[in-house]
């Protein structure tokens, strides 16, 4: 079992930035990919980044240039560093890590943080 807390989001304004965290426990795992979505209200969740164990990170359109996820693995932890921010990224960002299952080294299953809120307000 593998529990997720996020961390570093709250209040900021047009412009400014927040550094997410997320670090997961709960015993012996293997991670595939960590990453975060997000979901503002009245909208789908959608996936902002995501990196995979070996480094290779995926970013939504609409951040690029802007964010940066990075990983420490031996911590098992996973950032979001949030620059230049703007009134559309406001949302509840969610964590998530594909942990893969027992005796398999392909079928993965998916773990969720409780997610952490993000306003941008002037």
């Known amino acids: 079992q593998v529990q997720l807390v996020e961390s570093g989001g709250g209040l900021v304004q047009p412009g400014g930035s927040l550094r997410l965290s997320c670090a997961a426990s709960?015993?012996?795992?293997?991670?595939?990919?960590m990453g975060w979505y997000r979901q503002a209200p009245g909208k789908e969740r959608e996936l902002v980044a995501g990196?995979?164990?070996?480094?290779?990170?995926n970013y939504a359109d609409s951040v690029k240039g802007r964010f940066t996820i990075s990983r420490d693995n031996a911590k098992n932890t996973v950032y979001l560093q949030m620059n230049n921010l703007k009134p559309e990224d406001a949302a509840v960002y969610y964590c998530?890590?594909?942990?893969?299952?027992?005796?398999?080294?392909?079928?993965?299953?998916?773990?969720w943080g409780q997610g952490t809120q993000v306003t941008v307000s002037s």
């Open positions: 709960g015993g012996f795992f293997t991670i595939n990919t």
């Open positions: 990196i995979r164990s070996g480094g290779r990170t």
């Open positions: 998530y890590a594909d942990v893969f299952l027992r005796f398999s080294d392909s079928l993965l299953y998916p773990y």
